[in-house]
């Protein structure tokens, strides 16, 4: 998107946003903008300034929190949960649910797994019987 400075021939001055410079172009031959104020289409570009952004600097402040400590009683009690079932269990990502499924069924050797599934795909599992449960939190190996 592009932002111009436009006037009319009342000088009337107002702004408009346009797709691109051409699309500006096109929409001024077509008679498409006009001045709100007067309704006029003969429209120019006013002058203006150009948009710079300033350049800043990123100074580390005592208020950036550390996200990798846990604040609270509960946060460390997830914490010791997450790396008590990473520790615990195979990580299968998105072959969650054919793996729970397979194991479910004997087909795979019994484990615990974790991974993701959709919850149409966790409620079809509880369906037929695979005892699954949804985890407070996201898989490292899936975290960016």
């Known amino acids: 998107m592009i932002r111009y400075d436009l006037r009319c021939e009342n000088n009337h001055e107002f702004d408009g946003w346009f797709r691109s410079s051409d699309g500006f172009e096109?929409?001024?031959?077509?008679?498409?903008?006009?001045?709100a104020q007067c309704g006029s289409t003969r429209i120019a570009k006013a002058l203006m300034a150009p948009s710079?952004?300033?350049e800043?600097?990123?100074?580390?402040?005592a208020a950036t929190p550390d996200l990798s400590k846990t604040d609270t009683p509960a946060e460390a009690?997830?914490?010791k949960l997450r790396q008590h079932i990473e520790a615990n269990s195979d990580y299968v990502g998105n072959?969650?649910?054919?793996?729970?499924?397979?194991?479910?069924?004997?087909?795979?050797?019994s484990r615990a797994?974790?991974?993701e599934a959709g919850a149409a795909d966790a409620r079809?599992?509880?369906?037929?019987?695979v005892p699954v449960a949804p985890l407070p939190f996201i898989p490292?190996?899936?975290a960016n």
Do not use: Y
């Open 124 to 129: 079809k599992l509880l369906d037929e019987g």
């Open 140 to 142: 490292r190996q899936k």
């Open 95 to 109: 072959k969650f649910v054919d793996e729970a499924r397979a194991i479910h069924e004997g087909r795979s050797p």
């Open 26 to 35: 096109k929409m001024l031959a077509a008679g498409q903008i006009s001045c």
């Open 77 to 79: 009690a997830l914490e």
């Open 113 to 115: 797994i974790h991974g």
């Open 52 to 54: 710079v952004g300033k």
């Open 56 to 61: 800043r600097k990123k100074q580390p402040t």
